[in-house]
């Protein structure tokens, strides 16, 4: 009995080193629309497919997105994958782009000022929302793009991290529009695309015109998957579903009210 209990031990255990490892994904569980911990976003949607396409169970390693968040996942080997990063990101290895995005003007579609650029003369009167991650270089270009124009007395700022004990931390910015508590927001289009949808009031969305405001501030962006520098085999196995699965992806964006360019 003792020999038949041995065989069936190792024969489990070699079935078990069999299975591909899991698929470790870095996430925030509380950042809709792009992820929470119940599977909800449109990040996890699309971590279940390359899963799935990889044949591989998928996992979360969970943390708020802050300041440090690379740093403490992805580059302490607590997970595989980043399931968004602009792609030009040095801190991880971006995979090919999945999606490009841009930031976007907010109005209420029955009142509100449709603006297409930081150059337009009124917004020197409107009440803007912006973003804010804090008073240094780091805040969105949306902020910077302003404060070049000696636009500042009359912007209201909305933290990026939101309330936190809240199920939406970063819908403040776009109810602010729908409610009139602003006259116009710059944000993020997925954030914006998403909570457009559920607003109290109809919303328009204008993509930010130009593209940029000089080299340094882009608003429009190509969005990747991050993997740990020097992980090239992930990286390549992920830019083959990508490739290969770039319609569902981007049906699955377009569910979200995600406005591509």
């Known amino acids: ?54 044949g591989r169970r998928l996992s979360y390693f969970w943390l708020p997105q802050r300041r440090g968040f690379i740093r403490n ?28 995005s841009t930031y976007v003007f907010v109005s209420r579609r029955d ?9 337009d003369p009124r917004l020197t009167t ?3 929302g912006i ?22 007395q009359n912007i ?6 939101g309330d936190y004990s809240a199920s939406d931390p970063q819908r403040g910015v776009m109810d602010a529009v729908a ?19 559920r607003a109290r009031a109809p919303l328009t969305l204008t993509p930010v015109e130009p593209a940029s405001d000089g080299p340094s501030r882009p608003f429009r962006f190509d969005i990747s998957m991050g993997v740990r520098r020097g992980d090239d085999a992930l990286r390549e196995r992920l830019d083959r579903v990508i490739a290969d699965r770039r319609a569902e992806i981007r049906r699955i ?5 995600v406005p591509m360019v």
């Open 179 to 197: 409610d009139g508590a602003v006259d116009v927001a710059v944000v993020w289009g997925p954030l914006a695309g998403f909570f457009a949808r």
């Open 131 to 152: 973003q804010l991650t804090g008073d240094d270089y780091d805040n969105p270009p949306a902020a910077q793009a302003l404060a070049v124009r000696h636009i500042t």
């Open 126 to 128: 409107l009440r803007i």
């Open 1 to 54: 009995m003792f020999s038949v209990c041995r065989v069936l031990l190792a024969a489990g255990a070699l079935a078990a080193a069999a299975q591909p490892p899991a698929l470790r994904v870095c996430a925030d569980p509380n950042n809709m629309p792009f992820s929470n911990e119940r599977g909800e976003g449109f990040e996890n949607r699309i971590a279940d497919l390359v899963a799935r396409d990889l």
């Open 156 to 161: 209201h700022g909305y933290t990026v991290y």
């Open 253 to 257: 964006l377009k569910s979200f009210g």
């Open 111 to 119: 009142q509100g000022p449709r603006i297409r650029s930081f150059d």
């Open 73 to 100: 996942t992805l580059n302490a080997n607590r997970c595989d994958v980043v399931m968004a990063v602009p792609s030009a990101f040095e801190a991880a290895r971006p995979t090919l782009p999945y999606y490009r």
